[in-house]
């Protein structure tokens, strides 16, 4: 029977010492982008793409894992979503598991973090698009509430009557 190799323990504590101070300070420095995200108060909700695979034998089946903003159990955070869905389906992907990005699983952060960049751009890209919607939306609720003569011309936005 062949010898089988063996890890001494110490060395076993010191190799899970170095993995759990590593991810301890990945875990802090993801803090820090989230509280910073939580302070602009944004309130879009933006998922980007972190792995897709396919089912064997439907081409069709897919299930993700995505790293997004959103309210989770109640709060804006960064998190992590697994999803499933059909492509031939019309309605949009299944939920199967969402985490706070700090809460999820080790092997799911360590996917997760290299898109984070991505999901910034997403979050700016989002937000500008919204701005320009809600200052359009503005514009004409102000021009419909003087019209109705609750607010005065000036405050509308409409140039030329008085």
Not at 44 to 65: L, R
Not at 76 to 94: L, V
Not at 136 to 158: C, H, Q, R, Y
């Amino acid at each position: 029977m062949a010898e089988k190799p063996v890890i001494p323990f110490d060395r076993l504590t010191s190799i899970a010492n170095t993995l759990n101070k590593a991810t301890d300070e990945l875990t802090r420095i993801v803090g820090v982008l989230d509280d910073a995200l939580q302070r602009l108060n944004v309130g879009i909700p933006v998922w980007v793409q972190v792995v897709k695979w396919s089912s064997e034998g439907d081409a069709t089946a897919y299930e993700c894992e995505n790293v997004g903003y959103s309210k989770i159990n109640g709060y804006w955070c960064i998190g992590i979503n697994r999803t499933a869905g059909d492509e031939n389906s019309p309605y949009g992907d299944d939920v199967r598991e969402v985490w706070p990005f700090n809460d999820a699983p080790r092997d799911l952060r360590l996917r997760a973090v290299e898109k984070l960049p991505e999901l910034i751009a997403g979050i700016a890209q989002s937000a500008e698009q919204a701005a320009g919607v809600v200052n359009k939306k503005l514009a004409e609720t102000k021009a419909f509430a003087a019209a109705m003569g609750l607010l005065p011309i000036e405050d509308s936005g409409v140039r030329g009557k008085k």
